[in-house]
């Protein structure tokens, strides 16, 4: 299979629309930091090479096509749920709270939402289709995928800077090995979710 034929398979999902917003999340792993849900709203004819699920990528691919789709996007938004408020109503409705934000600072009102797996969401009465492992088969949803995680990876790399010492320009805020021994060393800091980590502590 071609790149352009690959491409044609991944907008199977998004060709019964004009205006289709493909919406997904990164950070519902992490023992840190926010989740971040992005909405991303494309050309119909948009065919960007290398568009693929996020996590499929390099951090080096990610932040070119990041640049690419935001700046051929109808229009594109984030929401962002902080570790706080996660500990404080949970991970999945988080992640629901900000799918709804980043719906509500869209500047275009899509005609329909393709999103990642996630249902019973407020799409603020716009009507979606959930697909499993949508970033593997929808154009909208994998570019949406590749702006959440570049949105949140650059956070992590921000906050490395202040919490030098946890390392969360490498893993993220996700519980590798070396974070948690981190954790265990320096205890935990301001942006750390409480409700992710009380084993460690």
Known sequence: MNEIERLNNLKIYDKEWNIVCGIDEAGRGPLAGPVIVSACIMPKDSMIEGVNDSKKLSAKKRDKLYDLITNEAISWSVGIIEHDEIDKINILNATKKALTESLKNLKVKPEHILVDALDNINTLSIPYTSIIKG?????????????????????MDEYDKTYPEYGF?????YGTAKHITAIKE????????????????
């Open 135 to 155: 970033d593997a088969k929808s154009y909208a949803i994998a570019c949406a995928s590749i702006i959440a995680k570049v949105t949140r990876d650059r956070m």
């Open 169 to 173: 320009i490498s893993h993220k805020g």
């Open 186 to 201: 320096y205890g935990l800091c301001p942006i750390h979710r409480k409700s992710f980590t009380r084993s460690f502590v």
